[in-house]
């Protein structure tokens, strides 16, 4: 016989069985960021319409040594990047995968299968001028139509899961078409098919072979973020929604969740947003935090973290340990396998991130947590951030003047810009600004928006504004920066590359350099040969057309 348990804090009774766990996630009041949930666990026996509390604990939940162990809890997120689900082969594999590791229970997020992000912007962005009697003939709509209706063959689930949402997509883009317009809202809405397809198509896949799955869209199961379209950020109420919805539901009718990464909900506009490209990374990571899991594992094709982007130079290797701070700088600093904010809610959770490569999952990998041993580190990886703007600022007036540097700052604030990096002296600043919020914006308004700034700052200082520049960072133990910097500088000068700004930053693990972008490949395959291949130090490599890897 069942009986029904009431709880306080704004819980729905709950029906129990027989013999039960129960795990709960619930917010602390006020909300700590650093305190990720507050759990209560309770081992609970209902008999006879009667409940009987056999054990119970209270722990802040943090992800790790302090949660209580209990054999039929989810244990790790499991994130498929684009890559790794891009066709029914590639699900296939991902599934057979998952199922090879038979002691996890995960969450899986997947993105948009291969390409159909790219797809779907570039279909949206025709349809603003091809007329809403030529929307249904775009080639990007017939790509995405053929490769989800195909998928669903080759896996032998119902097209029908997906059929609503083919024929909503036309739909919106031909209303796209007729306002002759995409705003960022409706390009957040746009892309978002592209996941909550694939998410479909896997779970209904799972099913199928006998693996109990369920779909969840993000935006449904709590992720709440910031009305910031194209780059929102999740705010921290997310946290114990979305684990009191994965985890209710798992108690009480486990299924594999399968969750859509990328999106969330606007606060206040309640419509779908996206976190930024990549980031599915970032959807991984907030439900590893929100549940406290043992481990996060972003899958992708590459065998982990790499020591610079194998796009530029082949020879680039994996990395075998990082630290949060050195993930977080190397993902800030545009190396592409990680979101830039990622890091951020496993860093608060204290929950371990292994980047593995789907298509190789034999290879070990990069593993990423607080701390590790820095004694034998000198540089773990090199990045570069393209086309980057730089500003160089000098006062108009004296030696000495005081809140010179705040002023400049309260400009940036008051524009809403943000600032990468810096180097001052007294009189003088030299920064480079953020790109990718600048990227969100349309071209003809970051133009407006620089001369803004410029005109701005114009009035209390000589300003010189510095386009097509190029941020290399080295992320490494800046413990040995004199080292670094020695080792670095001789590279460059060896190449003929003058270094237009350097930053040490105070996180202890980037130094940044400042070069124009047209040489910057050469510098990191110059710099990768010297710091990370013996057989190479000292070679001085050719200048080449960019883009091509060597
Ligand atoms: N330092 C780096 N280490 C590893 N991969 C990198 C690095 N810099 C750039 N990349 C690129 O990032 C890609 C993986 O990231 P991403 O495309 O987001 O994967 P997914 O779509 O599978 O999540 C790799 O294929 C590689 O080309
Ligand atoms: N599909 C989204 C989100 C994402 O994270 O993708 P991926 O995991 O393939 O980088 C994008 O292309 O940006």
New binding site residues.
């Given amino acids: 016989m069942a009986a029904t348990l009431h709880l306080c804090s704004g819980y729905q009774p709950i029906e129990l069985r027989r013999q039960q766990c129960l795990h709960f996630t619930a917010p602390l009041p006020p909300w700590q960021p650093s305190v990720s949930s507050h759990c209560l666990s309770l081992r609970l026996r209902c008999e006879g319409g009667k409940v009987d509390v056999l054990e119970r604990s209270d722990a802040q939940s943090r992800g790790g040594s302090d949660q209580i162990p209990n054999e039929n809890e989810l244990t790790c997120v499991m994130?498929f990047?684009?890559?790794s689900v891009a066709s029914a082969e590639r699900m296939r594999e991902v599934a057979g995968l998952i199922l090879s590791f038979p002691d996890e229970r995960p969450v899986v997020v997947l993105?948009?299968m291969g390409k159909?992000?790219?797809k779907l912007l570039s279909a949206g962005e025709k349809s603003v001028t091809c007329g809403v009697s030529n929307v249904s003939d775009l080639e990007e709509l017939a790509f995405i139509k053929d490769l989800h209706l195909r998928t669903a063959d080759e896996l032998g689930v119902e097209s029908t899961i997906i059929s609503k949402h083919l024929f909503e997509l036309e739909q919106l883009l031909n209303g796209i078409a007729m306002m002759k317009e995409m705003t960022l809202r409706t390009k957040d809405y746009l892309?978002s098919f592209?996941?909550c397809m694939s998410t479909r198509l896997f779970a209904a896949y799972l099913n199928k072979i006998g693996v109990k799955a369920r779909q969840y869209d993000a935006f449904d199961i709590g992720f709440i973020t910031t009305d910031d379209f194209t780059n929102a950020d999740i705010l921290e109420a997310t946290y114990p929604a979305v684990a009191k919805r994965l985890h209710g539901d798992w108690i009480s009718d486990p299924a594999i969740p399968i969750v859509t990464?990328?999106l969330g909900k606007g606060w206040r506009s309640c419509a779908v947003t996206?976190l930024g490209?990549?980031?599915?990374?970032l959807t991984a990571t907030t439900i590893g935090k929100a549940l406290g899991l043992r481990e996060i594992q972003v899958w992708k094709d590459v065998d982990g973290v790499l020591t610079c982007d194998p796009n530029i130079y082949s020879r680039a290797a994996p990395v075998s340990y990082l630290t949060f701070d050195e993930a977080a700088e190397l993902a800030y600093f545009g190396a592409q396998v990680l979101?830039p904010q990622s890091m951020r809610p496993a860093r608060e959770g204290d929950i371990p991130v292994r980047v593995k490569n789907s298509y190789n999952p034999k290879a070990p990998g990069t593993l990423i947590t607080r701390s590790r041993d820095m004694s034998e580190a000198v540089l773990t990886s090199i990045v570069l951030k393209r086309n980057v703007t730089m500003l160089d600022i000098v006062s108009t007036r004296m030696l000495g003047q005081v809140g010179f540097l705040a002023k400049v700052f309260a400009i940036f604030e008051d524009l809403g810009i943000s600032v990468d990096v810096v180097a001052t002296s007294e009189v003088s600043i030299s920064l480079t600004l953020d790109p990718s919020k600048l990227w969100s914006r349309e071209l003809i308004q970051q133009a407006s928006e620089l001369d803004h700034v410029e005109g701005e700052l114009k009035k209390i200082a000589v300003v010189n504004l510095l386009q097509h520049r190029s941020i290399i960072s080295l992320i490494g133990n800046v413990q040995r920066s004199s080292l670094i910097i020695e080792k670095a500088f001789h590279v460059l000068r060896c190449n003929g590359v003058n270094v237009q700004m350097i930053s040490q930053g105070a996180s202890k693990v980037n130094i940044s350099l400042i070069v124009n972008d047209g040489e910057a490949e050469l510098c990191v395959r110059s710099l990768h040969a010297a710091f990370f291949e013996s057989d190479l130090c000292g070679v001085v490599f050719e200048s080449k057309s960019q883009n091509g890897s060597v």
């Fill in positions: 994130k990047g684009g890559s993105s948009a159909a992000t790219n892309v592209g996941e990464g990328f996206t490209r990549g980031g599915s990374d979101h």
